[in-house]
């Protein structure tokens, strides 16, 4: 007994507006694109014998074939025109970046750096990450862009590594709304653990030049 799962896109590809509009709808089992509707070619095209079972039989549907080669009027033209009326088609926000470290393990050397990319559109995003001005690749983690369901999208990227002192991090984002990629940069003292240590030795060695300078008035005045 195993899982089977059933799913299918719609596809809208643009080029030049809507001068040429391609339309596909594909069925896919177990992630696997058995069989799709190509608006380029009019019919089904099959990928798989699954697939080949399925397209013989609607590309002989008519009325099927008729539905399907509407909707790159139907739909995507349709739709195109609620994007561009919404001001959705051509929008460019930059991203905000922000890095934090994910956790401080006492028993390993291990840390877990995270890149947040949030409030950019369009989608399309590529995330770098560098230590001392080499990318990292191997230890490198990342969800796919998020729909805020705002007209924005977020992603998070991590980097799995060893921090030592003078350690150099950059997330370096490349974004159509960018003019060039923006890079932020990290250094392990400015971590929130690394600035509740500074303050707190701060704060002990405030305390501590008190008490000596009170121990010293009690001793002055004891010998007076």
């Known amino acids: 007994v195993g899982d089977f799962v059933e799913s299918g896109t719609n596809e809208c590809h643009f080029i030049n507006g809507t001068q040429r509009v391609r339309f596909l709808d594909r069925y896919i089992y177990n992630q696997e694109n058995d069989v799709y509707f190509d608006s380029d070619v009019g019919y089904f095209v099959w990928n798989n014998e699954f697939g080949k079972i399925d397209a013989d039989i609607w590309n002989k549907d008519k009325d099927l074939l008729a539905q399907e080669r509407s909707s790159v009027e139907r739909f995507c033209i349709y739709n ?29 050397q291990q840390h877990m750096l995270v890149c947040n990319v949030f409030n950019f ?25 998020h729909h805020n369901g705002d007209w924005s999208y977020q992603i998070v990227v991590m980097l799995e590594t060893e921090i030592q002192r003078d350690d150099t991090f950059t997330c370096e984002v490349h974004h ?35 008490f000596l300078i009170v121990g010293a008035v009690i001793y002055l005045r004891g010998r007076k």
């Open 80 to 108: 195109y025109g609620v994007a561009e009326a919404s001001g959705a088609i051509g929008r460019r926000v930059e991203p905000s970046i922000k890095i934090s470290l994910m956790n401080e393990p006492s028993h390993t």
């Open 176 to 210: 159509r709304s960018l003019e060039a990629p923006h890079q932020v940069h990290w250094h392990p003292q400015s971590s929130d653990a690394a600035k509740n240590k500074m303050a707190t030795g701060i704060v002990g060695f405030v305390l501590g030049v008190v």
């Open 121 to 145: 559109y369009p989608p399309e995003i590529e995330v770098k990450w560098y230590r001392n001005g080499q990318e990292e690749t191997a230890q490198v983690q990342f969800t796919e862009p």
